[in-house]
C-alpha cells in the first residue's frame, strides 16, 4: 500500500524501511493457559520512508495508506474467520 499510495500522491519513495512490533502472551497458544486470548495484545507499525517529501505530505500518505491496507482493516476491525477441513 506504501508504494501504490506515494505513487498516487506524486512521492518518490527512494527506500522504504517497516519495522513491525508487537506484546504477546504465549501461554494460550502455547496450551498452558486459557485465560487470556491467544492473539496480540497490541501490534506497533513504524514505518521508514526515505523520501524528500515533506512531513505535512507524509502525514497525508500515512493516513491513506492507513486507511486503505487491507491488513490494517482486518486487524482493526471484526472479520469472519472459518477455519475448514479441505
Same mark, same amino acid.
Given at each position: 500500500?506504501?508504494? +501504490?499510495?506515494?505513487?498516487?500522491?506524486?512521492?518518490?519513495?527512494?527506500?522504504?524501511?517497516?519495522?513491525?512490533?508487537?506484546?504477546?502472551?504465549?501461554?494460550?497458544?502455547?496450551?498452558? %493457559?486459557?485465560?487470556?486470548? %491467544?492473539?496480540?495484545?497490541?501490534?506497533? +507499525?513504524?514505518?521508514?520512508?526515505?523520501?524528500?517529501?515533506?512531513?505535512?505530505?507524509?502525514?497525508?500518505?500515512?493516513?491513506?495508506?492507513?486507511?486503505?491496507?487491507?491488513?490494517?482493516?482486518?486487524?482493526?476491525?471484526?472479520?469472519?474467520?472459518?477455519?475448514?477441513?479441505?
Amino acid at each position: 500500500m506504501c508504494h +501504490v499510495v506515494a505513487k498516487e500522491m506524486g512521492i518518490e519513495l527512494n527506500a522504504l524501511e517497516i519495522d513491525i512490533q508487537a506484546n504477546l502472551n504465549p501461554n494460550n497458544f502455547m496450551g498452558k %493457559s486459557d485465560k487470556e486470548r %491467544s492473539g496480540f495484545k497490541e501490534i506497533t +507499525v513504524f514505518i521508514k520512508p526515505e523520501t524528500s517529501a515533506d512531513e505535512i505530505l507524509l502525514s497525508k500518505w500515512l493516513k491513506t495508506v492507513e486507511n486503505r491496507c487491507p491488513v490494517s482493516d482486518n486487524i482493526m476491525n471484526i472479520t469472519p474467520v472459518k477455519i475448514e477441513l479441505a
